[in-house]
């Protein structure tokens, strides 16, 4: 039996919770993000191992064997997770990480009541959070999961009073822990019934949530995780716990609002609009009677060729399409035929925060063509070609004239203003919002239908024919 002195597993655990900060630091910019993403897993590893060392470990088989099961897992679904199936993989990681709050809350309550110990009660409070926010976690995850991974409807259940009957279970579980910890020979009902409640009350609170608010509700419950882990760190006694737990919980709250922001929603408006009950939102224009304008790829190749300066605007459809290399390509042709070419980043482009980046990060385009939507929308006005690739509500201009859309406020990509402007989509879909998109009927605006991988690599073949 291992077991390293108390004080050394202390400076062990700031030395992982430095890295843990400066981590998150790093990843701030694409170009330090990566060797931040490495050192916060070196401070993982430095926590888990001064954590098998600080204590006494009788089963060490036990653990090995998790942990070969749980890397191997682990291992496997980073390597072959396709891009658009990240926020899915997020939403389980949330989830077991909740699941990890409540077992462990759980279990150092039964070792309490087994003992016969009395709870402190400062202590039976964290445990009832650790409990209550774990399994809100927990289910709420595995439902955004679903919705995502589309095993269930991504359209927002509701149903009459839901928001009372969430209430009455919030309301419930708060009297039953309360209960608890007031009382010090407390049964295992209650004990029990907190869990199996707040199991329901996440799937509850997840349901009425379409499935495009996934991005912001996934991030929301990152933070619920971090903050039943800094709980479970209070149980424990743990301080990297505690620490990484308040990094993680901050910065999860801290970028729901960022995107809540970017879309010009409140995040109470997410989490009880019922965004997405529907099919087209509320005030959405109709297209009627007006005509878009289709390009072929001929023609298409001919004005970029020629473009002097050309900014591509990436969305959602260029991460289905998986056309990012194909789009270095044809900067690359443009560049040697004398054009500039810059990326104009939206916020809220894609379905999570960031997703662009990495996107085009993955091509190795370079990080100084990316540009974020209020240093790029001065430039709009002198290019020559805006060449939109699968975006589509981040560039609507319904979100400045028209106050009955639903995304009237979001501020966009002023794309309606280049000399020209190419979309690239592949039919005359809606994007997320369900809204009609004025720019493709205007007289500046060419339509290139198809899949953007295969009209991108059209593009580049007639450029080369050139
Ligand atoms: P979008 O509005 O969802 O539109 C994407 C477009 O891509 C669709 O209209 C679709 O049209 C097209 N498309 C799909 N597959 C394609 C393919 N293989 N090739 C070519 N085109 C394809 O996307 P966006 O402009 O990026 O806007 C993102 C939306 O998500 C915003 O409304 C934002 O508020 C929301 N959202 C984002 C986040 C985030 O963190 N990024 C979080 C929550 C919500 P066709 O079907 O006609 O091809």
Redesign the pocket.
Known sequence: MIAIPHGLAEIGYLVASGCFIVGLKRLGSPATAVSGNRLSAWGMAIAVVITLLEGSILTWWQIGVGLAVGSGIGLWQARTVKMTGMPQMVALLNGFGGLSSLLVGGAEFLKAELAGEVIPTETGIVIQLSLLIGAVTFTGSLIAWAKLQEVMTGKAITFPLQKVVNALFFLGIVGLAAYQVMTPDAHLVPFYAVIGLALVLGVLLVIPIGG?????VIALLNSYSGVAAAMTGFVINNHVLIISGALVGSSGIILSQI?CK??NRSLANVLFGAFGAGGTGAGAKSAAGLTVRSVSAEDAAIQLAYAQSVIVV?????A??Q?QHVVRELAELIEKNGGEVKYAI????????G?MNVLLAEANIPYDRLYDMDEINPSFESCDVALV????????PAARTDTASP?YG?PILDVDKARSIIV??????????GIENELFYDAKTAMLF????A?LTKLVTEIKAL
């Open positions: 495009a608010d996934m991005p912001v995107m970017a879309m990436p969305g959602y459809g260029l289905v399409a056309a939206h916020p809220v482009a894609g379905r999570m925060p997703h690739i699968g975006a589509n509500d981040v560039v609507n995304i979001m690239m989509k592949r039919g005359m879909s809606a994007g997320f919002a198809g899949d953007a991988k009209s």
